[in-house]
């Protein structure tokens, strides 16, 4: 039996110091930790990737409409202070969806009304994803 077979075998059983023992003796090097994933949580990595996609076609939608100068906050982000603005507006931007689906959560069990709750939580990954690209410089080049 494989190595992460004998693992989930071992998680099903409740045996929590065989999966210890197993685990430290895997190789965890990416291509096995992606299989290993891919093996047996199939359903989970291929909606992962799906979103993954989701969210980069979503992104290049708004990019062509908006262009990086919403998110650079009209600055040219060479600075610490312009960086920092920007990464305040995406906070700022992250806080209203966060506050929509407390909203949506509290008051109507996630039903919206005018935009799905997914839209919400595809935007606040995107978010993410732009915050740290600002950070480390990249935006809009």
Request: proline residues 3%; positive net charge; glycine residues 4%.
């Amino acid at each position: 039996m494989e190595t992460n077979q004998k693992i989930i075998k071992a998680k099903n059983e409740g045996n929590k110091e065989l999966v210890q023992k197993l685990q430290q003796g895997l190789d965890k090097s990416p291509e096995n930790v992606v299989q290993y994933i891919r093996e047996n949580y199939p359903e989970t990595e291929e909606m992962f990737q799906k979103e993954l996609n989701n969210m980069y076609m979503t992104f290049c939608r708004k990019q062509y409409d908006y262009g990086p100068g919403n998110i650079a906050m009209g600055t040219l982000l060479k600075s610490d202070k312009e960086i920092n603005q920007s990464l305040f507006g995406i906070i700022v931007r992250m806080n209203d969806k966060i506050n929509r689906l407390l909203n949506l959560s509290t008051k109507h069990n996630f039903k919206a009304q005018n935009e799905p709750i997914e839209d919400a939580f595809l935007d606040i990954a995107i978010y993410c994803v732009m915050a740290l690209i600002v950070k480390d410089k990249k935006w809009s080049k």
